[in-house]
């Protein structure tokens, strides 16, 4: 199992097996601020801090008969002793978080991660309600709002899938351009209807081009800068030369949304044929904006 798992466990375990959805995920993230390294990251969502991947892991272990669901709870019930098999500075951060926050209903925890954490509730629907004037213009000043028009790339490579989506909403990216061939990850969240869906809930569009994306078979045998360069010659003699409406597609959005961000798998941009694209795009007659790799 997934250590994870484990701390998901761990703290229903110390809440007396039981806990509301919305306090799960709130007693979640208030557990990461414990902790060094965090096993989970959060994204600002319609209730404040949310992990997605908290969420699937805990449908998985649905599955597997560890917990049960309601239409607002999670309850462990399985027998296993979970809070044994955690390093102890786990198991203090999970104390630490039953001892500040044990009394607390779902909506004070909701109001105290607002209150401490105001960037996780700029997408709340609840916060103009239950904060105070002060409080809530602390979230509006959390909220990016970026006047420039900017094209943008991203890879998703060696990074959550809260933390990718935190780099989308930081950067106050409106569109998200998928230029993958095939929109298939075995990491979670980056397949394309999980990314479509989690863009769309946290106010991105989302769009797959997959015209301009590399055949599978093509980046097999890529085993140095060398290699992709190559490839990327023949990617902007055949795929860049013949979508020249794609990437004008591609341009219009920009135009019409003001920032779109351009996304595949590679962290390095060198290696990756989203930056031929991207630059392809600043080679149109009609481009005049910034090109930046996040």
Not at 77 to 86: E, M, S
Not at 225 to 242: A, E, G, P, R
Not at 260 to 266: V, Y
Request: charged share 25%; hydrophobic share 35%; with cysteine.
């Amino acid at each position: 199992m997934y250590y994870r798992r484990k701390i998901i466990l761990g703290l229903l375990q110390i809440f007396n097996n039981k806990l509301e959805k919305i306090n799960l995920q709130k007693l979640l993230f208030l557990t990461s601020r414990f902790q060094d390294k965090k096993d989970f990251s959060f994204v600002p969502y319609k209730y404040g801090c949310f992990s997605f991947q908290a969420n699937a892991d805990l449908k998985i272990m649905k599955n597997y008969n560890q917990i049960a669901e309601t239409n607002n709870t999670w309850t462990k019930i399985d027998n296993t002793d979970y809070l044994i098999q955690l390093k102890a500075k786990d198991i203090q951060s999970l104390k630490n978080v039953r001892n500040l926050y044990g009394n607390m209903n779902s909506n004070e925890l909701i109001k105290i991660t607002y209150q401490k954490y105001p960037f996780y509730a700029i997408n709340s629907s609840l916060a103009k309600d239950i904060l105070s004037n002060k409080e809530y213009e602390k979230v509006i000043a959390n909220t990016p709002r970026k006047e420039s028009e900017m094209l943008f790339t991203i890879g998703y490579e060696g990074i959550s899938f809260e933390q990718y989506l935190n780099k989308l909403i930081i950067n106050d990216i409106k569109v998200l351009c998928d230029v993958r061939r095939n929109a298939k990850s075995m990491k979670y969240g980056f397949s394309k209807k999980q990314l479509k869906n989690a863009c769309e809930k946290i106010g991105i569009k989302y769009f797959h081009f997959p015209q301009v994306g590399i055949v599978s078979d093509q980046r097999k045998e890529l085993h140095s800068q060398s290699d992709y360069d190559k490839l990327f010659v023949q990617y902007k003699k055949t795929v860049i030369k013949n979508t020249v409406s794609i990437q004008n597609e591609l341009l219009n959005l920009l135009k019409y949304n003001k920032r779109i961000a351009l996304t595949c798998f590679e962290a390095n941009i060198n290696q990756c044929h989203r930056k031929h694209l991207a630059e392809a795009i600043t080679k149109l007659p009609q481009f005049k904006y910034k090109l930046k790799h996040i």
